[in-house]
Structures are given as structure tokens and as C-alpha cells.
């Protein structure tokens, strides 16, 4: 459960900010350490950046899931 609140709250953000969104799934739908590579790039100051990297990996495994099936 608690699982599901730290995706949705992973989509929120996303959701907050089309460029973002749009980076996000142009990285996800070229693999995951290409997605990886995208988060290191974003500014330290980035909320979901820190988010992110702070997420275990079967989240981020879900979130690039989720991404992936998203048309931009």
C-alpha cells in the first residue's frame, strides 16, 4: 500500500510539469539506464530528482513501466 502511495505521488510530480513529463518518458522508453542517466542530469535542486534516487528500485521499475506505456 504504502507502495502505491510513493508511485502515485512519483506521478503527481511528473504530472505537475509537461517538459518534465515529456523527458521522462523519452528516457524511459530507451531503457532504464537511459532513464537513470536522465535523472543524474536533472539539477540537485530538482524535488523529483531527489524523489526519485530516494525510491527503491521495484518502484522506479514500476514508475519506468508506467511511463513507457505513456503517449506524449
Do not use: C, H
Not at 500500500?1 to 522508453?29: D, I, N, R, W, Y
Not at 536522465?38 to 535542486?45: A, G, M, T
Amino acid at each position: 500500500m504504502v507502495a502505491q502511495g510513493k508511485l502515485g505521488a512519483l506521478k503527481t510530480l511528473l504530472k505537475k510539469s509537461k517538459p518534465l513529463f515529456k523527458a521522462a518518458v523519452e528516457a524511459a522508453k530507451k531503457g532504464k539506464a537511459a532513464f537513470d542517466r536522465w535523472v543524474n542530469s536533472l539539477s540537485n535542486l530538482n524535488p523529483f530528482k531527489w524523489a526519485i534516487k530516494a525510491s527503491p528500485s521495484y518502484i522506479i521499475s514500476e514508475l519506468i513501466a508506467w511511463l513507457v506505456q505513456q503517449v506524449v
